[in-house]
């Protein structure tokens, strides 16, 4: 307790600064507010002080200590002369408790009672915050401290050297009046009647650091006063005198005109005691005969400081107060300060004292809050009577009421909830406001008290107290008034006493002196003043207010709107009318007013939107929630009445309005919030049938309504109107069909600028349908299935969004499901194009369309004409679809389906697709790699709905908070429809609450994962359950047919999803009754779906778990069975299971081959077994077709091996194919299967060969089939796309007849399966670059499309050829179109198996380095057969097998480049020209005659070798085998003739380029004619041209090369005339440099040109003899 009284004193330690209160104020602690440190993570410390000197009193400031402690730490003399004084101080810090037990409060009263009280107590520190603290009193504290700070009696006579002042607190002027009411210091007494000051030795001046510590008493007198008596302390003890002299008298009167005195004071000193009556007069009142110290001046410093929950202390409030306690006590006059109100002027007084209020300090206005708003309440309620006179003070209490309210909203910013309501204002309604006409006798009146009984909805939902009680971080608040006998003991108890106890004495706890008693009026005039009600007070006001006052009531309306309410429900309650019929309930006069208020707020939000958007906002939640709590306790008719008025006007409004959406959005929180109502089922009347309704729901008490909703049975009514907004329907179910119109009307695609708006409405829809599924009263499934009612017309909304829905199936390799392709790379350039591709990599379409189910053409579906939702708003519609499909009752659905059209059946099926995809299962990698990339939501709200749906949690309260406590605030004027704005605080901002949540936890994750299993799962069934009663419906129907279809559709596109083994159990179950049910379905209608199911089947017969493998293998078998039965034969699901099967195992990345033939054998043993089918050749068929299917398996096992090497495996895939040429359908899907690979790599021009290839052949079979004009004769029509196509022809003797059942039955084997071959070609050429070869694809499709008169197939078609020509156009040098690099690559060594020997020429992606696909091949290699064991070979000279290392694998590659013979080169003219079709490629190798690779020029020789391929790149597939090889080697003349030629061709390249390339000029130049150049053009002259060389068959070369020297120079001096024309001044001297060179060169080069060998310039020799030397020199040699 020490300690704390050393804490409690510091704000008496300024003197020394500052005489002024600012000074003191700066040295107090701060308050704990924002700046307040964390201290959680503080450990416990101890502090021991052993050092004390004394320190001169006039040494104390701040500048004075530093210097000292500075000098302390200097060893210098000065300490020396100091002496310390021996003395210990130890101080333990630590952080305090969250609820320290054993507590006393800063008055010393125990907090609760001590259960032991031997314990040390802990003492709580009355603090001085340094800013005002904003805290209505909700505990009594009166508290004085007195800090005497200087005396100066040097002016004084006589001895006074060692003085001490003794401080009293007297009642009276008798010194036996003292009072015991001064704290103790912690050794003595609890309460001593007096306190000394320290002696200061032989000081006149003293200085006092002492703080004393006063209660001050409940009620103050007149002669209540501080008294001072200064001592001069005598320190030797003498004889005869006494130990201390007084030598003068001070004091301080405490009430100046009834108010408490406190401040600074400067007074002046009595030498003698005061006279009689003195302490109703203040010392500076010169009283007579009276002697002072220094003629009267103010020589005694001290400050007297007040900690009150009983004075103000602010004149404003002070005068309102005792102006209401005279009304209230009726005594007349009043004093107020130096005026006396006379009963005939108390009514200005009052009205003016009430407008004054505004003037008032803030902190005293929030410390006395309670208090203020309770009486001027009270004078709303009771008009007082002045004078005889009844006067009405509601309009001047309301205009205060609203203006202080006003006050605190726009002064405590920070003490705002998510609302923007006021804490302290909502924590006064909540627990403090109660009608001050129901003080009853009983503490707790009506049944069980106030104390549980009545809640409010309004705004305060949650159950946490307000911030304002959580006085010292919730720790028990104390209440120290002496008049209470026992002190409450929880918090909770002080609340329930704020609310319960004012019974018993108001004038206790609500810190007031001012009582109610209206005995005293009664007795005065014979009559009790008019008592009115609070709520009809408050709604007459507010309609009739106008101007600033209506503003400010407008501003906070929430805040009367709540007070409205809970004086409605104090009202009903104490007077016992919560069970009276509601209509009776308010009077007419207080409907009407309510009426005209809610009409009058309406019109505001809707003439202000725009202008003031942050208060409408508010307006507008405040006004719905109070008609929501209206809802609670008035007519359910009239509160419709008010909500239709509402709607009126917006509507109104809304049709003059361009943008309407900001309206929209305050609508539909308006919305919102009124059907968050706990009984919002039950006023939607979820039983009465469709008829002109009556009165809403007869009122019954809460509790019993609920149960009253669901009695009466669902009759067969007109089920259309059910299931659409009719007018019955809206009649009926009032809120619901205003939710649901208000989704109709913004989801409406043709609705102007409601897009933002989407997310909102869905998540409105979305919020209800969460609360009543989690909501327990609902949970009987009748129950839920009459919830479910009021959403039917959900189903029919829904439908008709189908195309703005998010396509969750184009998504879906994104979405990480495991399908055999990677997306990533081409879903940026044609999303359309490659997910085609996929789509069709398999003849039977074994992954699901990835377009629109219902759109399933190859042709893109990009042209949606509809702004779509988001993927977030289309889930949780979909989820919405979903709940109402599972809990509605199954009869009324199935009349629906009835009704419905073929057409609306089909939409809804496309909807049941659309969840398949949408809720499909993404496993917890997917869940992890989210998590890690992105951002979550605080909470994952998702995740909750989709628990609340499955059922698995009971999540009643966090989905009603939800829909209730949602109303994020947006920015002023920002982006109204998401939900997402929340106010900018920081406390509150979204990217707080992400950073927090960024990493999840393994845990969370596992159960994300969970739930999105459960999900999928629920989702699922509840997708079949709806197609099993749409099979119900529609089988007795002819209209079966095409609904079955689509049926089948959405069965075979779950199947094809991730699926959980509990729904594929069912789904196989309810496939196999189908396939049973109606087999011609399959086999006759939906040739393709058979085909579908028949992979799924497969796929499934793979998977890992045997329950699913053995429902797999039952529907195989059966299907087999059902197609043999209807034939004798099962040739089409033969066919479709052989396809499926290679395009499975060519595709599928997770698929398992063990448990495929463990599944064969199932079947193969349900065959042998088949006791009905024994006799017949079905077994033997079975046999044969799972032997063929294991067959298959091991082909593609070796596939499997190869997996990493994409060549081998593009190889072997080729192989497979080639194997199939018999079966066009299963090389259709190896061909498929290539294209799928090639895309994934990439390698687009090679996809779109295997494209064109898979045409061809599909061409070669239409052919047969169908003799059309227009349709492609067969291969020989796609020569000019690819010369390798003619390898598709169907010539040999073993093709099999179209015609046969079961062949060329896939949908690619018709015009339509061409065509979307044909256009994905053309894509994937486009993609490539190969803008030609698009348009040759294109002259094929161009007659189809003709023939078929499809006008907007050919303006696409022309769009895109456009776009490629003028691409060639912008492109024709061709760098911009980089081709393909080739490579020979030769294999040597056994270990390469089947490539041993091998050479192939390999194409690879543009600009490949030599070095790089040496890198490539020799690490794959490497790491297949071991590094050392790889090598690779570094020249391209012929290997000899002999000298190599049997152990070892060899790798020869070579770069190559396309070689034309010179009439090729006449076609090929364009850079695409050249680099496509090619067959033969060219590599040289320099050599000498002796060995070397590089000689002297005269001894340089060359091989050209030159490959043939065995068709010509681009194919389908990127290496191809070397089938030819010549060599031609050239003399050393020929190759510098060669090197002659390209010098020239570059130079003439260089001068010609445009735009002129200056730099290129100057360096083909400089390598030209620089001097330096070795073995240059000089050189090469010297050697070959310096003799005329001897033998007559070099006379041609010698000629040819010195024509060349001649066509040189003449470029030479092209070159340097246009480098002139192009170089600056700066480049002069360069200029004349290189022509200096020029000139060089062409002397020395001048007589060897001119030289010519008169031999060649003879008479005409015959020809032939020379051209022959000449080609038997060519020393050509031919290697096959």
Known sequence: MAWSFLCERKGSWSERRNSSIVGRRSLERTTSGDDACNLTSFRPATLTVTNFFKQEGDR????????????????????????????????????????????????????????????????????????????????????LYIYPQSLNFANRQGSARNITVKVQFMYGEDPSNAMPVIFGKSSCSEFSKEAYTAVVYHNRSPDFHEEIKVKLPATLTDHHHLLFTFYHVSCQQKQNTPLETPVGYTWIPMLQNGRLKTGQFC?????????????????????????????HKGVFNVEVVAVSSIHTQDPYLDKFFALVNALDEHMFPVRIGDMRIMENNLENELKSSISALNSSQLEPVVRFLHLLLD?????????????????????????????????LHKNLEGNHDQHGRNSLLASYIHYVFRLPNTYPNSSSPGPGGLGGSVHYATMARSAVRPASLNLNRSRSLSNSNPDISGTPTSPDDEVRSIIGSKAMDRSCNRMSSHTETSSFLQTLTGRLPTKKLFHEELALQWVVCSGSVRESALQQAWFFFELMVKSMVHHLYFNDKLDAPRKSRFPERFMDDIAALVSTIASDIVSRFQKDTEMVERLNTSLAFFLNDLLSVM???????????????????????PNPSILVSLRLDFLRIICSHEHYVTLNLPCSLLTPPASPSPSVSS???????????????????????????????????????????????????????????????????????????YSDPQIKARVAMLYLPLIGIIMETVPQLYDFTETHNQRGRPICIATDDYESESGSMISQTVAMAIAGTSVPQLTRPGSFLLTSTSGRQHTTFSAESSRSLLI?????????????????????????????????????????YKGKKVFERMNSLTFKKSKDMRAKLEEAILGSIGARQEMVRRSRGQLERSPSGSAFGSQENLRWRKDMTHWRQNTEKLDKSRAEIEHEALIDGNLATEANLIILDTLEIVVQTVSVTESKESILGGVLKVLLHSMACNQSAVYLQHCFATQRALVSKFPELLFEEETEQCADLCLRLLRHCSSSISTIRSHASASLYLLMRQNFEIGNNFARVKMQVTMSLSSLVGTSQNFNEEFLRRSLKTILTYAEEDLELRETTFPDQVQDLVFNLHMILSDTVKMKEHQEDPEMLIDLMYRIAKGYQTSPDLRLTWLQNMAGKHSERSNHAEAAQCLVHSAALVAEYLS????????????????????????????????????????????????SGLVGLLEQAAASFSMAGM????????????????????????????????????????????????????????????????????????????????????????????????EDVVEVIKDSNPVDKCKLDPNKAYIQITYVEPYFDTYEMKDRITYFDKNYNLRRFMYCTPFTLDGRAHGELHEQFKRKTILTTSHAFPYIKTRVNVTHKEEIILTPIEVAIEDMQKKTQELAFATHQDPADPKMLQMVLQGSVGTTVNQGPLEVAQVFLSEIPSDPKLFRHHNKLRLCFKDFTKRCEDALRKNKSLIGPDQKEYQRELERNYHRLKEALQPLINRKIPQLYKAVLPVTCHRDSFSRMSLRKMDL
């Not at 007519?635 to 309005?657: A, H």
């Not at 109107?721 to 009649?731: A, D, G, I, T, W």
Request: charged share 25%.
């Open 60 to 143: 104390l400031s701040d500048e004075d200590l530093y210097k000292f402690l500075a000098d302390m730490r200097r060893p210098s003399s000065v300490l020396r002369r100091l002496r310390p004084i021996t003395a210990q101080l130890k101080i333990d810090i630590s952080p305090a408790p969250e609820n320290p037990h054993y507590c006393l409060t800063p008055e010393l009263l125990q907090v609760k009672l001590y259960p032991d009280s031997r314990v040390r107590p802990t003492r709580e520190i009355l603090e001085f915050p340094a800013r005002d603290v904003y805290v209505p009193n909700t505990t009594y504290r009166n508290l």
């Open 267 to 295: 007074l002046p000193v009595s030498l003698e005691k005061p006279p009689q009556a003195y302490s109703v007069l203040s010392p500076e009142v010169p009283l007579p005969g009276m002697k002072w110290v220094d003629n």
């Open 375 to 407: 009486k001027l309440i009270l004078l709303v309620v009771r008009p007082p009577v002045i004078a005889g006179q009844i006067v009405n003070l509601g309009q001047a209490s309301f205009e205060a009421m609203a203006s202080i309210i006003n006050r």
């Open 635 to 657: 007519d359910r008719g009239f509160v419709f009445s008010l909500i239709k008025s509402c709607y009126k006007q917006v509507s109104s409004k809304l049709y003059s309005l």
């Open 703 to 777: 509790a019993t309504s609920q149960s009253s909703g669901f009695s009466t049975n669902i009759q067969d009514q007109k089920i259309a109107n059910m299931f659409e907004l009719s007018v019955p329907f809206r009649q009926q179910h009032y809120l619901a069909g205003l939710v649901l119109a208000e989704l109709a009307v913004i989801l409406d695609p043709d609705a102007e600028g409601l897009f933002g708006l989407h997310k909102k409405v869905i998540n409105m829809v979305h919020n209800l349908l969460s609360s009543h599924d989690s909501d327990p009263r």
């Open 880 to 920: 919405c679809l979903l709940w109402v499909l599972k809990n509605a009752d199954e009869t009324v659905l199935q009349k629906w389906f009835t009704d419905l059209s073929v057409l609306q059946l089909n939409r809804l099926l496309d909807l049941l697709y659309l969840c398949v995809s949408c809720f499909e």
């Open 1264 to 1311: 047969m089939l169908e003799d059309r004009k227009y349709l492609p004769v067969g291969c020989v029509t796609f020569q000019n796309i690819s010369s390798n196509v003619l390898e598709e022809s169907a010539v040999s003797d073993d093709v099999v007849s179209p015609d046969e059942e079961g062949i060329c039955s896939g949908k690619y084997f018709t015009e």
């Open 1331 to 1426: 803008y030609e070869a698009v348009n040759e694809v294109y002259k094929v499709l161009i007659p189809i499309h003709e023939a078929n008169r499809d006008a907007k197939k050919l303006s696409t078609i022309h769009g895109k050829l456009q776009e490629a020509f003028s691409k060639i156009v912008h492109q024709s040098t061709g760098w911009e179109r980089m081709f393909g690099t080739y490579f020979r690559v030769g294999f040597y060594g056994t270990k390469f198996g089947d490539l041993d020997e091998q050479e192939f020429v390999y194409k690879e992606p543009a600009i490949t380095k030599l070095a790089e696909i040496s890198h490539r091949l020799e690490g794959f290699y490497g790491e297949r057969f071991g």
